[in-house]
T-cell receptor, first 116, second 113 residues
Framework: GAVVSQHPSWVICKSGTSVKIECRSL??????MFWYRQFPKQSLMLMAT?????????EQGVEKDKFLINHASLTLSTLTVTSAHPEDSSFYIC????????????FGQGTRLTVV | KQEVTQIPAALSVPEGENLVLNCSFT??????LQWFRQDPGKGLTSLLL?????REQTSGRLNASLDKSSGRSTLYIAASQPGDSATYLC????????????FGKGTLLTVNP
């Protein structure tokens, strides 16, 4: 299957600092990528849709100034958690569909963020 | 608003058993349904994708069925193995031009040796 790589797999940061998470499609181009957040024993919740060359689309209740998304190329999207607080600690996962006709979603390995 | 429910929330079986995981969704106007596997602290691995026009898909010991009109899907795992232990997630993609997926909370499967 298609490969989506996410980095880092885990990160610990201090409150008030910013953290950048990268999502790359390794063997296909992705004009659209998705960022999800997952709390323990909970479902994945879509945070935002990352669009190559344009602004991201955020889901209701997600602060766009806190979760900055950049999709500067067809293979890379980044999520920056700004001024992180302990309540931002979570598991963040990105996803990309391989093509418009198949629409099978492939996911990165996820990033465990812990804010102390 | 689409809602996806997975039953049971957790399942523990002895090795070798055949088992069925259930997924239901409230809006039958879906584009496709996808089953994933998630190991602890890891990302999602796609297992099976069923388009809305299909009734089932098979891959090895896995078989997924889809009854779109009743809003149900099942994942059948034959001859379960300890390595099958993981959380299984069901997700549906709605109609339209976007790729948004709505996930269930998953079924935590434990296969005991």
């Amino acid at each position: 299957g298609a490969v989506v790589s996410q980095h880092p797999s885990w990160v610990i940061c201090k409150s008030g600092t910013s953290v950048k998470i990268e999502c790359r499609s390794l063997d296909f181009q992705a004009t659209t990528m998705f960022w999800y957040r997952q709390f323990p024993k909970q479902s994945l919740m879509l945070m935002a849709t990352s669009n190559e060359g344009s602004k991201a689309t955020y889901e209701q209740g997600v602060e766009k100034d806190k979760f900055l998304i950049n999709h500067a190329s067809l293979t890379l999207s980044t999520l920056t958690v700004t001024s992180a607080h302990p309540e931002d600690s979570s598991f963040y996962i990105c996803s990309a569909p391989r093509d418009s006709s198949n629409t099978e979603a492939f996911f990165g390995q996820g990033t465990r963020l812990t804010v102390v | 608003k689409q809602e996806v429910t997975q039953i049971p929330a957790a399942l523990s079986v002895p090795e070798g058993e055949n088992l069925v995981l259930n997924c239901s969704f409230t809006d039958s106007a879906i584009y496709n349904l996808q089953w994933f596997r998630q190991d602890p602290g890891k990302g999602l691995t796609s297992l099976l994708l069923i388009q809305s026009s299909q009734r089932e898909q098979t891959s090895g010991r896995l078989n997924a069925s889809l009854d779109k009109s009743s809003g149900r899907s099942t994942l059948y795992i034959a001859a379960s193995q300890p390595g099958d232990s993981a959380t299984y997630l069901c997700a549906v993609r709605g109609g339209g031009s976007n790729y948004k997926l709505t996930f269930g909370k998953g079924t935590l499967l434990t296969v005991n040796p």
